[in-house]
């Protein structure tokens, strides 16, 4: 840890504290400052700091931080050596699960290759491959409906996923026959290749694999004349370890723990910076801003870096399965934050609509009112990520978000700026989810909001008792 990165971590309207409050000497009660002073102690280059440093890890492993690779645990390292350089006691937690490794995923069409993704935990192909003609569905049809697939027979069908959901029309497509699945997604970015995963692998029955929007309309229009693909798809459940990191507070309520955090991992398509280096990057700032207070704090604070959430929260979904009760009753809250410096941004705060999470929905919009910045309410559940592990067993959780894979609507553009039209973030699980593409004022933006929040929560326990006494309707 360098000098430069403590002032900024400390802020210059908080250079009064002597530098030399360490770690090791704890206790000498400097009082708390305001959150409005911590959050202003997550500055733009503070988080750039930390997201050029996970760009590196990216560009130095392959190109990725996917959560089954060196990019992963080089991550972990990296803000595990700045959270005990700036005095925390850290902790790692390691997680068993099933990954699902990919050996082969390659399609050739009329000799050429095609980039195809194959969709984790779906059946492989024989060794050698499978021949067969492309087919593609009648027009107008989503591919939804049982009577779509006339006639696929033996065939490897392709097809843009439709609102019914890709596990319905692959059921379907099976269900009539067909030897495989190609499916895209469409978007305004028709070359990007988004990789699936069967959430329910018992629902799938055939291969199934990825391929972009321009590629896979260029099959089905190859179709008609009769194209001959040849693809081969080959992977396997293999058990692996991920790894949760925490920091806490020394101080604080241990029967009021506030938790706050995000995912570490990425996927291991692209570096994965807005998702989610950016709520990482924002997370560790806050923690390095709270850091010369930890003992003074009200509420006990708990950081927390997760892996594997790409596979479906897989370390945290194990955190909160294997909390005792007493241990899920200590703990008050969870923030989360996802992409939280989108490109084309919007600012989504998460809001049950009742209980706790609308009261740490209010102290969110409070914050950002004060700041005269826009935003959206949202359910939690418009996005999948770790805070999902927690509702369910009675935590109340807050959040923010950029915005991901929808659509801006010209009320959004009027709203947050931007281009209507656009995704939030066309770099979302992409290899040009880069340092580069980030807005760094959203980033910065919302950052501050998480940690004005989170500030809030851990000195203020009346904060604390509003939210876990909220009643939920
Ligand atoms: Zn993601």
Known sequence: MNIATLRRATLASLAVLTLTVTVTTPARAAAVPSADRLA????????????RAL?????????DRGYDGVGFTRSVDYVEGRLRAAGYRVTRQTVPYTDFAVSTETLTAGGAPVPVLMTRFTPSTPAQGLTAPVAALPAGSTGCAAGDYLGVTGRIVVLPRAACGYTAQQQAAAAAGAAAVLIYYP??????????????????????????????ENLIKRSTAGLRVH????????????????????????????????????????PGINDNGSTSAATLQTALALAPYQAQVTNKVRFAWWGA????????????????????????????????????????VWDQGSGGSHVIADLFAGYLDRQKLRYQRTSPDSVGSDHLEFLPVGIPVGGIDGGNLGLKTPEQQ???GGRAGQMFDPCYHQPCDRVENLD??????????????????????????????APAS
């Open 40 to 51: 202003a102690g997550v500055t733009t280059g503070a988080l750039l700091d930390h997201l």
């Open 55 to 63: 760009q590196s890890v990216a560009d130095r492993s392959g190109g």
């Open 187 to 216: 978007t305004p970015k028709p070359d990007n290749n988004y990789r699936f995963l069967a959430y329910t692998p018992d629902d799938f029955t055939i291969p199934m694999a990825s391929v972009s929007q321009r590629d896979g």
């Open 231 to 270: 693809l081969t798809l080959r992977g396997a459940g293999t058990p692996r370890t991920t790894t949760n990191l925490f920091a806490e507070t020394s101080g604080g309520d241990p029967d009021n723990v506030v938790m706050a955090g995000g995912h570490l991992d990425a996927v291991t398509e692209g």
């Open 309 to 348: 959430e790409e596979l479906v929260d897989v370390g945290s979904a194990y955190y909160v399965t294997h909390l005792s009760d007493a241990e899920r009753a200590r703990i008050a809250l969870l923030l989360n934050g996802e992409l939280l410096g989108s490109p084309n941004s919007g600012r989504f």
């Open 414 to 416: 009027a709203l947050f």
């Open 440 to 469: 760094t004022s959203a980033l910065t933006t919302n950052a501050r909001a998480m940690a004005w929040v989170l500030a809030r929560l851990a000195t203020s326990a009346d904060d604390v008792r509003a939210v876990r006494t």
